[in-house]
C-alpha cells in the first residue's frame, strides 16, 4: 500500500531558527495536503499543492511540491514558539481514481526553544 | 471552533463495555470521515461517508461500527475494545468527498481501555 514517510520525526530549533520537514510518497501523488498540530489539539489544514514543481508560500512557511510530484516539503524561515506542534503532509494516489481517501505522514513534531 | 464538535472528549471503558463516540459538524458538509491516532504512529483512516453512504472501510475490525444518520452526524459504536485501541479518534468533515478538499477536524475522542 502506499506508504508517506516524514523526515525528521523530531526537531528541537532555537527560537529564530529555521525549520524544514520533509515528505517522501512510495507512490506518486495528485496532490499534497500540510496540517498543523499542536500539542493536545487536532490537525488543521495549511495549505494543498497540486501542480508539479509548485510552491506557495504563507507568511514564514514555504511549501514546495516535487517535479516527480512523490515529495514535498515544508521550510519555516526564523521559527517563533507559536511554530510549535507536529506537521503533517497528506497525500492522494492519484491511481486509487476519486475520492479524497488521504494517506497521513508520519509526522514531524517541532519544538522551538527560547 | 472548528465547526466539527466530537463528545466525549475523554472516555475510559473496559473491554465488556459499548459505548458510542459521536460527532456533529455545522459546515454544511457532505462527507465525514473517522481516523484514529496512536501514539508514534500516522493518522489511520479507518471510515469514509458520502452523504450517508460509507465509501470507504480501512479493513477495521467489526468490533469498530460507524453510523451515518445524516449528512451531519457521525457515530462510530463500540464494543468488546482491546487495550490496542487505546488512542485519539479523530473525526473529519469535508465539502464533498472528491479530491482537492481540505478536511476538517473535531478536537476528538481520547479513549483508554481498561
Known amino acids: 500500500g502506499q506508504q508517506v514517510m516524514q523526515i525528521p520525526q523530531y526537531q528541537h530549533v532555537q527560537e529564530g531558527e529555521d525549520f524544514t520537514t520533509y515528505c517522501n510518497s512510495s507512490?506518486?501523488?495528485?496532490?499534497i495536503q500540510w496540517y498543523k498540530q499542536r500539542p493536545g489539539g487536532h490537525p488543521v489544514f495549511l495549505i494543498q499543492?497540486?501542480?508539479?514543481?509548485e510552491v506557495k508560500k504563507q507568511k514564514r512557511l514555504t511549501f514546495q511540491f516535487g517535479e516527480a510530484k512523490k515529495n514535498s516539503s515544508l521550510h519555516i524561515t526564523a521559527t517563533q514558539t507559536t511554530d510549535v506542534g507536529t506537521y503533517f503532509c497528506a497525500g492522494r494516489n492519484w491511481l486509487t481514481g476519486g475520492g479524497n481517501k488521504l494517506t497521513f505522514g508520519t509526522g514531524t513534531q517541532l519544538k522551538v526553544e527560547l | 471552533e472548528t465547526g466539527v464538535t466530537q463528545t466525549p472528549r475523554h472516555l475510559v471503558m473496559g473491554m465488556t463495555n459499548k459505548k458510542s463516540l459521536k460527532c456533529e459538524q455545522h459546515l454544511g458538509h457532505n462527507a465525514m470521515y473517522w481516523y484514529k491516532q496512536s501514539a508514534k504512529k500516522p493518522l489511520e483512516l479507518m471510515f469514509v461517508?458520502?452523504?450517508?453512504?460509507?465509501?470507504e472501510n480501512n479493513s477495521v475490525p467489526s468490533r469498530f461500527s460507524p453510523e451515518c444518520p445524516n449528512s451531519s452526524h457521525l457515530f462510530l459504536h463500540l464494543h468488546t475494545l482491546q487495550p490496542e485501541d487505546s488512542a485519539l479518534y479523530l473525526c473529519?468533515?469535508?465539502?464533498?468527498?472528491?479530491?482537492?478538499?481540505?478536511?476538517?477536524f473535531g478536537d476528538g475522542t481520547r479513549l483508554s481501555i481498561l
Open positions: 507512490t506518486t501523488l495528485s496532490n
Open positions: 461517508y458520502s452523504l450517508e453512504e460509507r465509501v
Open positions: 473529519a468533515s469535508s465539502r464533498t468527498q472528491g479530491e482537492n478538499q481540505p478536511q476538517h
Open positions: 499543492l497540486v501542480k508539479s514543481g
